[in-house]
């Protein structure tokens, strides 16, 4: 099989189940989304099951592509540099990284009827988790866990209302200004003038 077909497939599919959610994801709608002859996705993944597999783990390569060039850099060397690391992360939600995460939403919601899903999506949360605490950490925070979990739920908590919502629910959430948010969310996190 043709690889570069492969990976335009499993890309045509994030679009479709982020245009049309679950319930589009057919082997159809992905084969013209890709301009490919009618029956080219169900040649390459046969079944449902396996373009959502297909789908789950491109997202993954994805976001590990994304950690990775974000790694490849210094880090956040002070707070001004971590709200700015936060603040682009939350602007890609509606940029660049709206399909993907729109795809990952829909994969989440069907990983609750196929566990198998949670497996792989696993990995981008957890590294979340870990990047984002070494982040507040290389900025010179007062890091502890809980402190660093807080911030990293609160941002993951943000993303389907930057997908999804209108603009006052985004105003009253404060997400209308990403920068003011990030700023926000630090300052109850990390009071600048506390020393703990």
């Known amino acids: 099989m043709n690889p570069d077909r492969r990976e335009r497939l499993r890309d045509a599919a994030i679009e479709v189940l982020a245009r049309d959610g679950g319930r ?8 013209r989304t890709a301009e490919v002859p009618p029956g080219t996705t169900k040649n390459y993944f046969p079944t449902r099951d396996a ?4 789908v789950a783990e491109r997202c993954l390569e994805q976001y590990l592509a994304l950690t990775a060039h974000l790694a490849a850099g210094t880090g956040p060397s002070d707070r001004e540099g971590l709200v700015a690391l936060f603040r682009s992360l939350l602007e890609n ?9 729109l795809a990952v939403l829909e994969l989440q919601a069907e990983a609750t009827r196929r566990p198998w899903l949670s497996d792989i999506l696993d990995p981008m949360a957890s590294g979340d988790f870990a990047e984002f605490e070494l982040a507040q950490r290389t900025a010179g925070l007062p890091v502890t866990p809980q402190r660093a979990a807080v911030v990293t ?4 908590a943000a993303v389907p209302h930057l997908l999804t919502d209108g603009p006052d629910t985004l105003a009253t959430a404060g997400l209308d200004d990403p920068d003011r948010f990030v700023r926000d969310l630090l300052d ?3 009071p600048p003038d506390a020393t703990t």
Do not use: K
Request: aromatic share 4%.
């Open 93 to 101: 939600v509606a940029g660049p990284g709206r399909a993907r995460l």
């Open 153 to 156: 739920l609160a941002l993951h």
């Open 24 to 31: 589009g994801l057919t082997h159809r709608a992905v084969d």
């Open 188 to 190: 109850t996190v990390y």
């Open 51 to 54: 373009v959502l597999r297909a």
